[in-house]
């Protein structure tokens, strides 16, 4: 029961800490999120299966205005299950981190299973950084959505989609012609088989 409310409640800080969720009441955080989206570089399906808190220290220098402040890392594991844009490929692994600052003191070092958390995943970047130990380490400074949850987020890969499939059938147009030349060879090519037979026999 604990575990539960534990990661109810880490989910509540970690929304705090990323852009996340449905900013219906913040039109002008929708506005960077439609930005944001069209200058994504990559963009995919993940599958959350374990959550990580690490716990940490930090000491600034002390004063009046500089108390001692805590924070923490929360990290998401994720599994790609689908691509929207990006040269990504399907089960690979990346670890989405947070740094949570002054985080509950109820919130200490755990590690738990997620039972299958479906998200849609924004990277800024042209291509995921460098994997470590078999993983994509990214940062909180993307941003990831409940799928098919948000409205724009559903309207924008709709949108995305149908102009990668407009694509598609302009450029199997433009192969159409060259696509029958092999096909008149082959024909050709069926007639010396007789004649090879004969001079075999």
């Keep these: 029961m604990k575990a539960l ?3 109810f409640l880490v989910e509540s800080v970690f929304s705090q800490a990323v852009l996340v969720g449905d900013p219906e009441n913040h039109p002008e955080l929708r ?3 439609k930005q944001y989206m069209k200058t994504s570089g990559v963009i995919l399906e993940v599958c959350v299966y374990e959550q990580e808190f690490q716990p940490s220290e930090r000491k600034p220098q002390e004063g009046p205005d500089n108390p001692p402040w805590t924070s923490g ?3 998401k594991r994720a ?3 689908g691509v929207h844009k990006g040269d990504v490929k399907i089960g690979t692994k990346i670890d989405i981190s947070a740094t949570v600052i002054d985080p509950p003191e109820f919130l200490t070092k755990f590690r738990s299973v997620v039972e299958g958390e479906l998200l849609t995943y924004f990277y800024f970047g042209e291509e995921l950084p460098e994997p470590k130990d078999g993983r994509h380490v990214v940062d909180h400074n993307q941003m ?3 799928r098919d ?3 724009d987020v559903v309207a924008f890969l709709e949108e995305l ?3 990668s499939t407009q694509n598609k059938k302009s450029e199997q147009g433009g192969t159409e012609q060259p696509a029958t030349r092999p096909e008149s060879k082959s024909e050709g090519n069926d007639k010396p088989q007789p004649e090879a037979e004969g001079r075999s026999r």
């Design 149 to 151: 949850k948000d409205k």
């Design 5 to 7: 409310i534990a990661m």
């Design 31 to 33: 506005n960077a999120h």
């Design 161 to 163: 989609h149908t102009k």
């Design 144 to 146: 990831d959505f409940e």
């Design 73 to 75: 890392t929360l990290i």
């Design 79 to 81: 599994v790609v299950v």
